[in-house]
């Protein structure tokens, strides 16, 4: 029984990160081959050409903070919740939300950055469900993320910023306020206080790869 439950565990991890990886390189050489054939222009289009496939594999993600609530995976909830979050607002509020967000240039550099962290990420755990150790993978699924995930947190944090206006000047999510409190609460306000905690997630983040990268990739730790 025991052989079964671990077998179907990792039959589900397996398929889950071949899934993820697939979506998310599909993601990659899209706009990495529309960027060379259509150079600047490609950044302006990009929410509309890769928007369903990211939808698609930040929706699976959810399942990245599921895993460790329900025992699946070892990991810890807080720094995959941080992520899965961070990114689906951006996704799905920030983008997704605002039509004058969706053909800004700022869209390509997320989405490139979200894309080129994970094409290493997913199958480093998809070889690690087989057992499985490439030592050119694991160095850079433990390295990449240094220079490219606070450039995408940074990327992200420029795209709230460009939204703010937007959201002032529509109103969009204001919660309407009785008279004596004013006309309404903006949600722009909301973004500026979900500014600053990225940040903070940022360093929560940084602090746990890290450490996630000593215990691999040091000799004698992590195995």
Known sequence: M??????LKKGYLFMYNLVQFL?????FVNMTVRLFILGQDSFYDTFHTIADMMYFCQMMAVAEVMN?????VKTGVFPA????VGRNVILFVIFGSLEEMQNKAVVFFVFYLWS??????YPFYMLACI??????LTWLRYSIWMPLYPLGVLAEAIAVIQSLPIFDETRLYSIPLPTVLGSS??????????????FLGLFINFRHLFNGRGGELTPGRGK
Do not use: C, H, N
Not at 81 to 84: D, G, K, N, R
Not at 131 to 136: E, G
Not at 185 to 198: D, E, G, P, Q, W
């Open 68 to 72: 460790p609530l329900v025992g699946v």
């Open 23 to 27: 979506g998310f390189s599909w993601i």
């Open 131 to 136: 057992d499985t150790d490439w030592k050119l």
């Open 116 to 121: 080129t962290i994970e094409i290493f990420r």
């Open 81 to 84: 919740m941080i992520q899965v």
């Open 2 to 7: 025991l052989y079964a439950y671990l077998g």
């Open 185 to 198: 609460f903006s949600f722009s306000f909301t973004l500026k206080i979900y500014l600053a905690l990225m």
